[in-house]
């Protein structure tokens, strides 16, 4: 693979993921991660992927700050922190085999959750935030895919659809700073790592413009399956590609 086409499949990856996090509030890291691990390094690739998502929900804050409602995610937020080094010490200790297995075996096993619609009884309560926070901490340190977990603790709390993106930003905004300064401390901070941001920023800005705007148009539940089926399919080739 030459140099340039490498670049360009990069900084396409970042525009495409960076679209589906401002438009929906999540799903950078669910796109960007698994492909951007077929052809860099995933040590590379996590820690371009944290930066990024930290990029967007300053935007999206700054574009809609006065909608947040922060006592709503308190709770996750500080359990996320608390889960950050745990995934990172995976990360650093645990061969790249392993890691990418787990992120394969991840987007699966959401992918197919999310499309069978599967119904389970609304939490009414914080009391369990704790679990949900821990588990998304550890695999935003590890893997940037901290999402899930948050997704399917608003998904149980019934989160109104309108304010489901913004929360999502306040609690990764905090957690991609502490996964941030968590990277550079494992020393992940890489040459390459600086190289790429740069490339792609211009790009990351333009594609939370976009995302903005389809926000507003798109029907997001028809929109929302395909972005499943997408990850579920990406999830199948990065675990075929991992063993063959």
């Known amino acids: 693979m030459t140099l340039s086409y490498e ?18 509030g999540f799903g950078d890291a669910l796109i960007a991660m698994p492909l ?45 922190i608390i889960g950050i080094p745990l995934g990172i010490i995976f990360l650093r200790e645990f061969h790249e085999e392993l890691i990418k297995t787990i992120l394969a075996l991840i987007l699966i096993v959401f992918s197919v959750f999310r499309l069978l619609n599967f119904v389970f009884k609304g939490l009414k309560s914080d009391k369990s935030a704790w679990i949900f926070g ?27 659809r309108q304010e489901f993106r913004l929360l999502l930003q306040g609690i990764f905004l905090p957690t991609n700073f502490f996964i941030i300064l968590g990277h ?40 929302n399956q395909l972005i499943y089926y997408f990850l579920l399919i990406i999830g199948i080739i990065l675990l075929i590609k991992t063993y063959f």
């Open 36 to 80: 951007l691990a077929i052809f860099i390094s995933i040590k590379t690739a996590t820690p371009i992927v944290a930066f990024t998502g930290f990029i967007i929900s300053i935007v999206i804050l700054i574009l809609d700050k006065e909608s947040l409602n922060f006592k709503k995610i308190s709770s996750l937020v500080i359990f996320s």
């Open 184 to 223: 550079g401390a494992a020393g992940l901070w890489t040459q390459a790592v600086w190289t790429y941001l740069l490339i792609c920023l211009p790009f990351i800005i333009l594609g939370i413009f976009l995302g903005n705007i389809f926000n507003k148009k798109i029907h997001k539940e028809k929109f």
């Open 134 to 160: 821990i588990i998304s901490g550890a695999l935003g340190g590890a893997y940037n895919t901290n999402g899930p977990p948050i997704i399917i603790y608003g998904a149980l709390k019934k989160w109104d």
């Open 7 to 24: 670049l360009v499949l990069f900084v396409s990856v970042i525009f495409i993921s960076a679209i589906f996090r401002s438009t929906f």
